[in-house]
């Protein structure tokens, strides 16, 4: 049974750092493109944040490029999302996913990821 298991979240002032991990269990995740992904109350879909194949290439999206990694520690089935200078705009629910095959196919391929975690809570206050 494949299993995404995310934890890290917080509450955290603007400016400050969070970082928050993704634990897969149930298959091998270094055949999965692994990505991050947020949602907040009034979005009707998830915003992809970053992915990263598992050849190691990664993609963000505008609005936390500089600023948030991501990496994965194939050996340890889990992935990473390094979170700096956080603004309150990065408020949200943060969902690891994962799609099949070695290669991701952009952030807007959200159909494509068929493995969700639960979601883990950043709260940023200004």
């Known amino acids: 049974q494949v299993q995404l298991v995310e934890s890290g979240g917080g509450s955290v002032q603007s400016g400050g750092s969070l970082r928050l991990s993704c634990a897969a269990s149930g298959y091998t995740s270094s055949s999965y493109c692994m990505a991050w992904f947020r949602q907040t109350p009034g979005q009707q879909e998830r915003e992809g944040v970053a992915?990263?194949?598992?050849?190691?290439?990664?993609t963000y999206a505008d609005s936390v490029k500089g600023r948030f990694t991501i990496s994965r520690d194939n050996a340890k089935n889990t992935l990473y999302l390094q979170m700096t200078s956080l603004i309150p705009e990065d408020t949200a629910m943060y969902y690891c996913?994962?799609?099949?095959?070695?290669?991701?196919?952009?952030?807007?391929?959200?159909?494509?990821?068929?493995?969700w975690g639960q979601g883990t809570q950043v709260t940023v206050s200004s």
């Open positions: 996913a994962a799609s099949p095959g070695r290669r991701c196919y952009g952030l807007a391929a959200i159909r494509d990821f068929a493995y």
């Open positions: 992915d990263m194949s598992t050849y190691g290439s990664t």
